[in-house]
């Protein structure tokens, strides 16, 4: 009896600890697999923002950089082709050229992006080129600044004159050696100046030239230049002047000089005074007065 009742008890002890044994196979394969599922179901569920990042200054920077990486190329290829078009013009050859005459004398490098950009646009709007249509090819010359005849004395002094005349402006020392060489435009500059028929200055760093005009010429005594230049009058106003001449026994003309404004002093006003304005005084001796009559009444 005895025997039987503790193997019951045996086996039942055994039921017990395999079902302990599966319970925590189970909870360990359970919390395994929520571990693994977890990163997942964030990255699936997280909502995707629909704005563009914003863009941070070292973007900003490399943006700055692509878009001025292919100007800067272009920009220095038609900088030598117009300097060599002038070289050209200033040596003597006023021929036009043609896009691939220009590119091979320059020794520039230019792929065919560039060249559609110089062909189009570049070398049609600058203005110091000129364009030729022959036989349906565009050809390129250089447009000097100044439309001078020759290179001589005579064509750069009548055009001074005829800007002169009609208030056109004056000629900058740049722009005469931009239209012929520099050493004969030094040249021609030097004699004009030396013969009196232009005057050169500087103005803001630029040499600037202005015709002579011979029919404002003024004839001076010597002597009152000399003491105009000798005599300081730094310090003295025009009533301190007119003094000194009037003890030296000179006498002042003070006819057309300017007039000082006068000091008015304010007066003050008394109070205001009461509106005595009368109506109808040019027809007074037309009225009548029913003032009596409407009583009686």
């Not at 232009?198 to 011979?214: G, I, M, P």
């Not at 003094?243 to 000082?260: D, I, Y």
């Not at 005074?273 to 009444?297: F, G, P, S, W």
């Amino acid at each position: 009896m005895a025997s039987s009742s503790s193997s019951a008890l045996f086996k039942e002890r055994e039921k017990f600890v395999k079902r302990q044994a599966e319970e925590a196979a189970f909870l360990a394969s359970a919390d395994k697999r929520q571990k693994v599922d977890k990163p997942s179901s964030q990255k699936t569920n997280r909502p995707k923002s629909s704005l563009p990042r914003a863009k941070t200054s070292s973007d900003f920077i490399a943006d700055f950089h692509t878009s001025n990486s292919g100007s800067k190329p272009r920009n220095l290829i038609l900088t030598k082709i117009v300097q060599k078009l002038q070289e050209r013009y200033l040596g003597g050859q006023t021929d036009s050229v043609t896009l691939d005459e220009i590119v091979e004398e320059s020794g520039v490098t230019v792929d065919s992006s560039d060249k559609h950009w110089l062909a189009s646009e570049a070398l049609l709007i600058n203005p110091k080129i000129d364009v030729e249509r022959v036989n349906d090819v565009n050809r390129f010359i250089y447009k000097p600044p100044l439309d001078l005849k020759a290179a001589k004395k005579i064509p750069l002094l009548n055009l001074l004159k005829s800007r002169h005349e009609k208030c056109e402006g004056t000629i900058t020392v740049d722009d005469v050696r931009d239209t012929i060489p520099s050493n004969k435009a030094d040249f021609i500059i030097e004699n004009l100046v030396r013969s009196k028929d232009v005057a050169k200055v500087t103005n803001n760093k630029r040499e600037v030239l202005f015709y002579t005009d011979r029919a404002y010429d003024l004839q001076v005594n010597p002597e009152f230049i000399d003491s105009w230049r000798r005599i300081s009058v730094e310090g003295l106003d025009d009533k301190m002047i007119s003094e000194f001449l009037s003890n030296q026994g000179h006498r002042v003309l003070t006819k057309n000089a300017p007039r000082l404004p006068e000091l008015t002093t304010k007066t003050k006003r008394g109070g205001r005074r009461v509106d005595t304005m009368k109506h109808n005084q040019h027809v007074a001796h037309q009225l009548e007065d029913y003032t009596q009559t409407a009583i009686k009444k």
